[in-house]
């Protein structure tokens, strides 16, 4: 008997610690789901959790990035940007709406396209015009957008 509940002490153990260590770290596919396709970097998350006061997604971002050095030279800065985003659910996302029509045209780099059931997200775009960071940007003021994109995108292509 005792024999039987030390096994099963063992095996409840290490389900819990499987839990644990797989809390940790998610799949490139689990954070692609959540938005955080190439967000790679640790520091970017903090930088993100100074913009976005939501725990569950600051927990999100550290699931899915690497750790980087404290470097100076470590901060990721992209030529442009595309905001996608599906045109029928814009109703939905105000702060979106807001950025779109009044803000926009202050960062010229970057591109508004219509994709058919996208949820809103930043598309970050190296010198070559191909797609390095995807951010998701549903629950986003328009105010963390436009810092986000102050401090992620060339000097030359801010204003």
Request: glycine share 6%.
């Amino acid at each position: 008997m005792g024999v039987c509940l030390f096994t099963y002490a063992l095996f409840f153990l290490f389900g819990v610690v499987q839990l644990v260590s797989n809390a940790q770290q998610l799949s490139s596919k689990e954070c692609e789901n959540l938005g955080f396709t190439g967000l790679a970097l640790c520091s970017d998350c903090n930088t993100f959790a100074e913009y976005v006061k939501d725990q569950g997604l600051l927990s999100d971002c550290l699931k899915c990035c690497a750790e980087d050095s404290n470097d100076a030279t470590s901060k990721i800065i992209y030529s442009g940007a595309v905001l996608e985003v599906c045109m029928r659910k814009l109703v939905f996302y105000p702060e979106i709406v807001g950025f779109i029509e009044e803000e926009k045209e202050k960062f010229p780099s970057v591109k508004v396209q219509y994709v058919f059931n996208s949820p809103p997200k930043l598309i970050m775009l190296d010198d070559d015009g191909q797609q390095k960071e995807t951010i998701r940007v549903d629950n986003w003021k328009r105010e963390h957008i436009i810092q986000f994109l102050r401090e992620k995108l060339k000097t030359t292509a801010a204003v």
